[in-house]
């Protein structure tokens, strides 16, 4: 016989008696078939992509353990599974694809998680107001493919779109490769459906806007499960582009590559894609380029004429600030292997800790925040590259991106919080935001405080309002203290 | 055995898997234990001895089509998760578990050499001594002997001799139910058969058995001694040297279904649209997946018998990506009964049928 999996973080769990009755329960409501303790289905859903999990897996551990799984077929559904489960005080935890890169399903008091997956309707595409309702379940990529096949695009092409759901997207609140152009997940959606820990299912209205006091469903987007389920959206649809044009430049320095793009939205011209790797990424993305110099890239698409227009706009302004040009070609590879992450399952396997962290930064402070992450990554013992890059871009500034790998001779886990004390104090003392998109999850809660001040307290405040017993994703979003997981 | 390449399989357990969406079983069933990495970590689990086999385990690692259809992103070029999911459920055996749901299809197999019960009466035909073998396959034998009609009317008319042996099933369903030996048995009758029969080569319309006899053969030491064509390629020989004259047909629109194997494996694409594109009075018009980019049917690796309800969901789920009023051609028996589960009563033929629909008088 094998051991018991080993849990590292599991907390206090509701009785298993307690569990038995919920799961009867459960499969009267919405049928035995959609009910489940199987342990494989257990084992499957204790985790998302947090690079600690995989650390554990490969020494043979899980974070924790759910004790239930139920996969909803609609709303009414949902609000009957969680009305039942805020009677019994049972912790919920909704579960999209499991792509999120912080820990934030990880079941830490067990309980139930709710599978969204079987919600994968879409419900209706309004051509005339460019507007799709869709559920919380469907896939990204078949979500963006129904859609082109209507002649349309959601504009949201995060590097997960082919592992996460729309519903994952609205809950960490998320931003797609073209946001400079789309926007943002909190751009895109016009409303939400959610269903609140006590079973209550509101609904946001279609409108373009409204002023009619604070827009209640817009709280879900970011709440990563803690006030309730996000159980379908309404979102903004464009007509597919009628033009795409790819160009790249080179600079001789990140502050004049920084300072072009500052100019660039300044003229008011909205490419979809514009990314800037310091020397190091270029080198390991495009290698033909000279690793002395930093590679920019840019997508920018819509109707022609525009299209036509932000071109000129835009190559008026990187020339100006000392570009050289690259052509297309670099542009299309980093179309062919934007969603390639094959590098981290490879280098787990060789024993290194890695992780990126994305922050945000504004223009006076972009390259300042870069050189301090950098520095205090690079200065922890067994760090072999910590690089960066600035993608999704505003008229006040721009994501920071970071990648971080290394060998360290201590224990792993240690090496890795020592990584992310010093890239979130480096980024607080800058004055960025300590996430762009990955959002909270369970880790990045613990600088929480530090980014909101009295600001966490209203967030605790709302959540007692919305969810008094607690029983919503406990121990995220760094709302209250997880013994097991301290800095 | 085959061994598990770990490595891969911890490549596949540690991604996030952006091949999720191309995943037919986890797409329907929507469970993160039929996820690519949900299967791949429950084999590294098994594999690494931190989980013991059981029929739950069983019972999510042999929710694989075997389709490939993760490999059209997956960013490991060495891995085939298909595979090492076969690998992995050969063990299950050793560990005195097996499906129940399949226990009598192996029964089948072992006693009347077909997972569907006692054949219904023999398969050896044609002339004795010819070059040519054309070998029908147990799905086609069992449930559609039409189109091995076809293909005999095709070979006639023609004028190509040819010949049937006795067949036993290929022993593909065999090895995906996790029984080498059994696999192994099965084969080793047939090329023993197949060899005596002295034929040159060996025809195909199944991709199953194809993928069986050009694969798996030669790893159990049973590689035949035939050159093995699969149908689409040689029956497209047959119209290009003339011996074959496609006329009109009234099917009017139709889609092509490319299976799997053919599409990912044996990288048959063209053939089949070629032979389509020389039947007069046919337009093709493709569905939303089509080539290399295939979504399964719900056929792959028996998942008509092992798991039927899933493998209905996938094939509604293949069949809303045909254009309507097409009639669907394929080119795989299991295919076409994935198809044909259409509740629509959609028009499901094989390629080879509708070529002798054509060219035979």
């Not at chain 1, 009785?15 to 303790?37: F, M, P």
């Not at chain 1, 400079?180 to 409303?191: F, L, N, W």
């Not at chain 2, 009466?121 to 559609?144: K, M, P, R, V, W």
Request: net charge negative; with cysteine.
């Amino acid at each position: 016989m094998t051991e018991p999996i080993r849990t590292i973080l599991q907390e206090s769990r509701p009785d298993q008696a307690v569990i038995d009755r919920y799961a009867r329960a459960a499969a009267g409501l919405i049928g035995a078939e959609n009910v489940s303790a199987n342990h494989v289905d257990l084992l499957s859903t204790c985790r998302d992509y947090w690079p600690v999990n995989s650390i554990w897996m490969l020494e043979g551990a899980v974070p924790a353990l759910p004790q239930l799984v139920v996969w909803p077929q609609s709303t009414e559904e949902v609000s009957q599974l969680l009305a039942l489960a805020n009677e019994q005080r049972i912790p919920v935890v909704p579960y999209g694809e499991g792509s999120g890169a912080l820990g934030g399903v990880i079941p830490l008091r067990g309980g139930v998680m709710i599978d969204l997956k079987r919600m994968n309707k879409l419900r209706s595409l309004d051509q005339k107001n460019l507007l799709v309702t869709v559920e919380a379940g469907v896939n990204g990529e078949l979500y963006e493919e129904h859609l082109n096949r209507a002649g349309y695009t959601g504009g949201h092409f995060p590097q997960s779109l082919r592992c996460s759901t729309v519903g994952g997207w609205l809950a960490c609140r998320a931003a797609g490769q073209f946001s400079t152009r789309y926007g943002k997940i909190e751009d895109i959606a016009v409303s939400t459906e959610a269903v609140l820990a006590d079973g209550t299912i509101f609904r946001g209205r279609r409108v373009p806007r409204s002023s009619t006091g604070p827009r209640v469903d817009r709280l879900m987007i970011g709440s990563e499960g803690i006030f309730g389920v996000i159980t379908a959206a309404t979102l903004r649809v464009w007509p597919l582009p009628e033009k795409r044009h790819l160009a790249s430049y080179t600079f001789e320095n990140l502050d004049d590559g920084l300072e072009a793009i500052r100019l660039v939205m300044r003229s008011g011209a909205r490419p979809a894609v514009v990314r800037l790797y310091d020397a190091v990424e270029t080198g390991n993305h495009f290698p033909e380029l000279s690793d002395q110099r930093c590679a920019l890239i840019l997508l920018i698409e819509g109707a022609r004429t525009i299209v036509d227009a932000e071109q000129e706009v835009i190559a008026e302004h990187v020339l100006a600030n000392g570009a050289e040009e690259s052509g297309s070609k670099y542009v299309e590879h980093w179309l062919e292997t934007r969603f390639n992450i094959s590098a981290a399952s490879r280098l787990l396997q060789k024993g290194a800790v890695l992780d990126t962290i994305e922050v945000t930064t504004n223009w006076h402070n972009a390259l300042s925040t870069y050189l301090a992450m950098q520095e205090a990554l690079k200065g922890v013992e067994g760090t072999i590259m910590a690089s960066g890059h600035w993608s999704h871009v505003y008229p006040e500034g721009a994501a920071l991106y970071m990648t971080v790998v290394g060998f360290p001779a201590e224990d792993k886990i240690t090496y890795y919080k020592k990584l992310w004390q010093g890239a979130m104090d480096a980024s607080l003392a800058e004055g960025a935001a300590i996430s762009h998109h990955h959002g909270i999850g369970l880790h990045r809660g613990l600088w929480m405080a530090e980014e909101h001040g009295k600001g966490l307290e209203v967030l605790r405040r709302i959540k007692g309002a919305l969810d008094p017993h607690g029983i919503m994703n406990p121990g995220k979003l760094g709302l209250e203290e997880v013994a097991k997981w301290q800095k | 055995m085959a061994e598990v390449n770990m490595e891969e399989l911890l490549n596949c357990a540690l991604c996030p898997n952006i091949c999720r969406c191309e995943c037919p079983v986890l797409q329907v069933l929507g469970r993160e234990a039929v996820a690519p990495s949900g299967k791949a970590r429950l084999a590294a689990m098994l594999q690494q001895k931190q989980l013991n086999w059981d029929e739950q385990v069983l019972e999510a690692v042999s929710n694989c089509l075997g389709c490939r259809g993760c490999t059209i992103y997956c960013p490991f070029a060495e891995l085939s998760l298909c595979d090492e999911l076969l690998n992995t459920r050969l063990d299950a055996k050793d560990g005195g578990i097996k499906l129940s749901v399949v226990d009598p299809c192996l029964v089948n197999l072992s006693k009347h050499g077909s997972p569907y019960g006692q054949k219904k009466g023999s398969s050896a035909a044609g002339d004795s001594g010819a070059e040519i073998l054309y070998f029908a396959g147990c799905t086609s034998q069992a449930n559609h002997p039409e189109s091995i009609e076809a293909a005999r009317a095709l070979f006639r008319e023609a004028g190509v001799p040819f010949q049937m042996i006795e067949e036993d099933c290929c022993g593909y369903p065999a090895e995906v139910w996790g029984d080498e030996e059994l696999a192994r048995q099965l084969a080793a009758e047939n090329r023993r058969k197949i060899a005596e029969s002295g034929a040159s080569t060996l025809v195909t319309n199944c991709p199953e058995c194809w993928l069986t006899f050009t694969d798996r053969y030669p790893a159990w030491g049973e590689e035949l001694p035939q050159e093995v064509v699969d149908g689409p390629t040689y029956f497209l020989g047959l119209i290009k040297a003339g011996k074959l004259k496609p006329r009109q047909s009234s099917l009017g629109k139709v889609s092509y279904h490319d299976p799997c194997i053919w599409a990912r494996t044996a990288e048959k694409t063209a053939e089949p649209r070629e032979i389509l594109e020389r039947i007069p009075g046919l337009s093709l018009e493709e569905p939303l997946s089509c080539g290399k980019f295939t979504r399964c049917c719900g056929g792959g690796s028996m998942f008509q018998l092992s798991f039927p309800e899933a493998s209905a969901a996938i094939a509604d789920r293949r069949l809303a990506e045909f254009p309507e009023g097409a009639a669907i051609i394929t080119a795989c028996p299991f295919c076409r009964e994935g198809l044909l589960q259409d509740g629509e009563g959609r028009r499901v033929l094989e390629l080879i049928e509708l070529l002798a629909k054509t060219c035979c008088r």
